[in-house]
């Protein structure tokens, strides 16, 4: 099942986004840092020194369980969509420490660009302000408060994409993919295409190593406890 979870996010991307949100609609991660503990008294996990609020889970499992059960054929096991919200909010909280560590920030222009930009809250190709609020208001978010969310989100974003961005191929791999371009039989769109996709491919499949690689590093040096009686 969690296979198939994964490829169906694979194929549409806001799958994933959808399962961490306490938007009913599939359109956004909300995954938080800040201000969750007001809300609840107790936590299903820590992070390090950051907690993962009870409600916060809730909120996440209803809407992932509400989303496979309408958009997917067959049956999911609660179990599965727990464990994989469950994992994404620690994921996250993981990489909001690396992003606190590294000192980066979001600016209100880097919110402000994010939130304009998504079709969601687009009209005719436009920011709709009213149509924002209704959103909002349907899946009972203030701005405010839906706001700070994608703040947290955005900041996580940026350390992922700075340690993925460092990493590049060496000499050695590179020989290698020049060998493997030249082994493969040219296509339409010519030589230069084909060497240019087994490069991305060859870079591609180093970053994601990297990433599962640095995630585990911080799993392993940032504590994590989970009280699985809750969930």
Not at 46 to 54: F, N, R, S, Y
Not at 79 to 92: A, G
Not at 163 to 192: C, F, M, N, Y
């Amino acid at each position: 099942m969690i296979k198939l979870l994964r490829e169906v996010s694979h194929d549409h991307p806001w799958i994933l986004k959808t399962i961490m949100g306490v938007l009913a609609v599939a359109f956004i991660i909300t995954m938080g840092w800040w201000g969750f503990s007001e809300q609840a008294s107790n936590e299903i996990a820590m992070v390090g020194d950051q907690k993962i609020p009870l409600d916060e889970f809730r909120r996440g499992y209803e809407n992932a369980y509400r989303f496979y059960r309408d958009n997917l054929q067959g049956e999911v096991k609660e179990e599965t969509i727990k464990q994989m919200v469950l994992d994404q909010l620690i994921d996250t909280r993981l990489w909001l420490q690396v992003a606190r560590d590294l000192n980066l920030t979001v600016t209100p222009e880097d919110l402000r660009e994010y939130i304009v930009s998504r079709p969601d809250f687009q009209r005719d190709g436009k920011f709709d302000p009213d149509l924002y609020r209704r959103i909002l208001a349907a899946n009972r978010l203030t701005p405010a408060t839906f706001e700070a969310m994608q703040t947290t989100e955005l900041l996580a974003n940026k350390a992922r994409t700075l340690v993925r961005d460092s990493v590049a191929l060496t000499p050695e791999e590179i020989s290698e993919a020049h060998s493997l371009a030249a082994r493969q039989p040219q296509g339409e769109a010519g030589k230069g295409s084909n060497k240019d996709t087994i490069f991305q491919d060859f870079l591609f499949q180093k970053q994601q190593r990297a990433m599962v690689a640095y995630g585990q590093a911080l799993k392993s040096k940032i504590p994590v406890k989970i009280h699985k009686e809750l969930l």
